[in-house]
C-alpha cells in the first residue's frame, strides 16, 4: 500500500497508515519479531535511527525511507520508546507503546527551521487498528453493545477521512480552516494537515495506542461482528464524530469545523423524554442551562458504567456533565497571551457573541486593557483559555473581585460536557447501553436518518 491518497477500501479489508511519533532526530525502538527491509532480514533486538544531513540513518547506513515489513501482519510487532500521548491535554506523557504490522520511518524538513525530522509511522490492518482504538477511546470491559456501537463509527470515520482526503486533493479550492485579523481569530482543526499518514494516534484524530492497552475476547467479538460495517447517509460513508461527554445536548458539526451541513450531526437533546430543549444559542437560556443538571442520558455518576468509557488517565478528571475552573486575572491574562503571542494587558472581561446548539461558545469577544479581539471556533476558545485544553466551550463567565479601577481580579468559569459534542457522546452511549438499548439503537439516536452497511 502506499499513502494515504492510495488507500483502496471498496472491496478488500485496507491498510492504514497511523503517524504515532512525529518532529523526532532519533528514534528508538524494538523489534519484537524478525522483519525486512528491503529484503534484508532483522532479528528482534533494539534499534535506533537518526536524522543526519536530511538522511534516515540506521545500522550504519543512509535511507531516503525505511519500512520493516511484517511476515506476519496480524502477530508480527514493535515497540517504540517514549511516545507522547494526550498531547497538549491535561493527561499528557510519555509511555514506550506497542504495535502490530510494519514499521515506516520518513524524513519531513520543517519549512520554518529548514531542519529535518523523523516521522514513525504504523503500517496495520484496519480492524486491528480499530481493536486498539476501541481499547484506547475506553476500557475493554465495556458493554458489547457500547463496543459494536464505537466499532462502527470508528470505522466510519476513518474511512469517511480517508474518502474526504482523496476528494480534497482533487479539489483547487479548499476550505480555508482559519481568519485571522487584527482584531478576530478564527481557527477550526480537522485532520487535513495530515499529509504523509492517514491518522496520527492521538486525540486529534482518534487515540491508538497499539498493543498497549490491553484488548479483550469481548473487544475482538465486537470488532469482529461489525467486521466492514459502516454508517451510512443516502449512500456516503458518515464522517461519525464522537466526544467524551455533550452536556445534555449535541452540536452541530459546522459550529465546530467547516461550513459544511450534515443533516445527520445536528443539535438534539441528548434523551427520549419528549421534553423541547431551550434554545441554547439564547445566552439567558444557555446560562439557565449551563447553572443547572438537565435529565439526560450522559448526566450519571454510575461508576460501573464511567469506568466503561473512562482509562485510568481519563478518570484523573471527577466532572463531566457540569464543571468549573477559577482563574486569577494574573492567571488567565498570562495563559491568554502564551497561547495567542498577543498581550491583552488586563482581562477586562469574556463575552460570548455567539453559541451553538449546544450552548458551546462559537465566537467570544476576550476584553483587555490594551487589546480586544474576537475568537473561534470551539477549540479555539478551550485552546486559549486553559494551559491544556478547557473540557468545552459551552462555559459561562463569572467575573469577580473588582479592582478599584473595576477590573475583575478572579474568572470563574461554569461549563457543561468534555469535548466538542458533535455526533456520539461516549459516556451517554455507555448509559443507553446500560439501559438496555441495542447498538443499532444506540447509533439511530445519535446519527439519525443513518443505516448500518457493510463497506467491504
Known amino acids: 500500500m502506499g499513502t494515504s491518497g492510495e488507500t483502496e477500501f471498496k472491496m478488500n479489508e485496507p491498510l492504514i497508515h497511523v503517524g504515532i511519533l512525529q518532529r523526532q532526530k532519533e528514534i528508538d525502538f524494538s523489534l519484537l519479531s524478525t522483519y525486512k527491509l528491503q529484503g534484508k532480514k532483522f532479528p528482534p533486538g533494539v534499534y535506533n535511527v537518526k536524522s543526519e544531513n536530511g538522511k534516515l540513518v540506521f545500522n550504519g547506513e543512509y535511507y531516503d525511507e525505511i519500512t520493516f515489513e511484517a511476515d506476519q501482519l496480524h502477530s508480527d510487532c514493535f515497540e ?4 507522547t500521548i494526550g498531547i497538549d491535554f491535561h493527561w ?10 510494519g514499521l515506516k ?17 504504523n503500517v496495520v490492518s484496519m480492524e486491528d487498528y480499530l481493536k486498539s482504538v476501541i481499547s484506547s477511546e475506553m476500557s475493554s470491559t465495556s458493554s458489547e453493545e457500547l463496543l459494536k456501537a464505537h466499532s462502527i463509527i470508528s470505522r466510519s470515520w476513518l474511512l469517511a477521512q480517508i474518502t474526504k482526503n482523496m476528494s480534497l486533493k482533487e479539489q483547487k479550492d479548499k476550505y480555508e480552516t482559519s481568519i485571522v485579523t487584527s482584531t478576530e481569530i478564527i481557527r477550526w482543526y480537522d485532520r487535513e494537515d495530515h499529509e504523509h499518514f492517514d491518522v496520527c494516534a492521538d ?14 475476547e469481548l473487544v475482538n467479538r465486537a470488532i469482529n461482528t461489525t467486521c466492514g460495517k459502516i454508517l451510512s447517509y443516502r449512500g456516503s460513508i458518515c464522517d461519525a464524530r464522537y466526544s467524551k461527554c455533550c452536556g445534555g445536548v449535541l452540536e452541530t458539526f459546522e459550529n465546530v469545523w467547516e461550513p459544511i451541513a450534515h443533516p445527520y450531526l445536528q443539535g438534539k ?10 434554545d441554547l444559542t439564547v445566552e439567558e437560556d444557555a446560562e439557565e442551562w449551563i447553572k443547572s443538571s438537565p ?32 482563574y486569577s486575572q494574573h492567571e488567565l491574562a498570562g495563559i491568554i497571551k502564551e497561547h495567542l503571542g498577543i498581550d491583552f494587558g ?7 457573541l455567539e453559541r451553538g446548539t449546544s450552548g458551546r461558545i462559537i465566537r467570544l469577544k476576550v476584553i483587555g486593557t490594551d487589546k480586544v479581539m474576537i475568537i473561534g471556533k470551539e477549540l479555539e476558545i478551550r485552546r486559549v483559555l486553559s494551559k491544556s485544553h478547557l473540557y468545552s466551550s459551552a462555559f459561562i463567565v463569572d467575573a469577580q473581585e473588582e479592582d478599584e479601577e473595576g477590573i475583575p481580579q478572579k474568572f470563574i468559569l461554569r461549563g457543561a460536557g468534555w ?38
Open 80 to 83: 517504540l520508546k517514549m511516545v
Open 92 to 101: 499528557e506523557r510519555k509511555e514506550n507503546q506497542r504495535f502490530l504490522g
Open 105 to 121: 520511518l520518513i524524513t519531513i524538513v520543517d519549512v520554518e527551521s529548514g531542519n529535518t525530522f523523523i516521522t514513525a509511522i
Open 203 to 216: 486525540d486529534h484524530c482518534q487515540r491508538y495506542q497499539g498493543i498497549t492497552r490491553q484488548t479483550s
Open 269 to 278: 437533546p441528548d434523551c427520549f423524554s419528549g421534553v423541547p430543549f431551550p
Open 295 to 326: 435529565d439526560a442520558f450522559c448526566n450519571t455518576q454510575d461508576t460501573p458504567v464511567l469506568n466503561q468509557v473512562l482509562n485510568d488517565y481519563d478518570r484523573e478528571t471527577a466532572d463531566f456533565y457540569r464543571w468549573s475552573i477559577s
Open 346 to 352: 488586563s482581562i477586562i472581561d469574556l463575552i460570548p
Open 419 to 456: 469535548g466538542h459534542g458533535v455526533g456520539l457522546c461516549q459516556i451517554g452511549a455507555a448509559m443507553m447501553a446500560e439501559k438496555g438499548y441495542k447498538h443499532d439503537e444506540i447509533l439511530k439516536h445519535y446519527f439519525p436518518g443513518t443505516s448500518i452497511k457493510t463497506e467491504y
